[in-house]
């Protein structure tokens, strides 16, 4: 079973396909967000890498939020397009999701964040338990100091990656002091693969959705909405 799978949730673009649990090919870059540009020849010259073709993708799959509206935006569409150029099915995950999931076999809670701007973070909590990914609390948007309070009663050390780790290191510091552990740039930001191999692992539960029904999923209001709101209370 071959997925092609994205993630264009943040600055980063990744692209990866997946040969069952072999991963043949990744192509990430972290310069810029010109996703418009970029997304479609960093398939195409994966694909080539790869000596594969659209139709030879079983299951196509996205990073579906949080993360960047216009990111994510132009990522499902690219996956909802692809998959029905060749009528394939589709499968979402959740950027926070796959972003844990780049710390595979950690024993440590693991705790990603994204910077949600407004002192506010896009986080959940995961670990590994008997070789296997668990959800410990769903990817939510809450403030730092919420989620930091929420950690501090806790005994085990916490290790987190994300791109709220730079703007937010001082704090977490701060609050939970040896406690906290920040994980290698190599593993610190969104990466295709970790999406491609959640994927797989629904797929093979046969936990496939339809093109027509792939959505961004993005936890909060965009700018232009709230200020929308604000102007018409």
């Known amino acids: ?15 990866a396909v997946l040969d069952d649990n072999k991963l043949i090919g990744e192509y990430t870059v ?35 939020g949080p993360g960047s509206f216009t990111g994510l935006r132009i990522g499902v569409a690219t996956i909802k397009a692809l998959a029905h150029s060749v009528d394939k099915p589709v499968v ?62 806790r005994e085990e050390a916490i290790i987190f990656n994300g791109d709220g780790c730079d703007v937010y290191r001082e704090i977490i510091t701060k609050k939970l002091d040896s406690k906290a552990v920040f994980a290698p740039s190599c593993v610190n930001m969104p990466k295709a693969s970790s999406v491609a191999q959640l994927a797989f692992k629904k797929a093979q539960k046969n936990e496939l959705q339809s093109y027509y029904d792939l959505v961004p999923e993005y936890l909060r209001k965009s700018q232009a909405e709230r200020e929308y ?3 018409n209370r």
């Open 1 to 15: 079973m071959k997925v092609l799978a994205v993630d264009t949730s943040s600055i980063v673009a990744s692209v």
């Open 30 to 64: 972290n310069h810029k967000r010109t996703h418009s540009e970029t997304l479609l020849p960093m398939i195409k010259e994966l694909l080539n890498a790869c000596e594969l073709k659209t139709k030879d993708i079983d299951i196509f799959a996205a990073s579906i």
């Open 92 to 153: 979402g995950i959740p950027t926070i999701d796959a972003l844990a999931y780049n710390l595979n076999y950690c024993s440590n809670l693991i705790v990603p964040i994204m910077d949600a701007r407004r002192d506010r973070v896009y986080t959940g909590m995961y670990k590994w338990s008997d070789n296997k990914f668990e959800v410990v609390k769903a990817q939510d948007v809450i403030e730092i100091e919420t989620l930091l309070d929420e950690l501090q009663d």
């Open 229 to 231: 709101e604000k102007k």
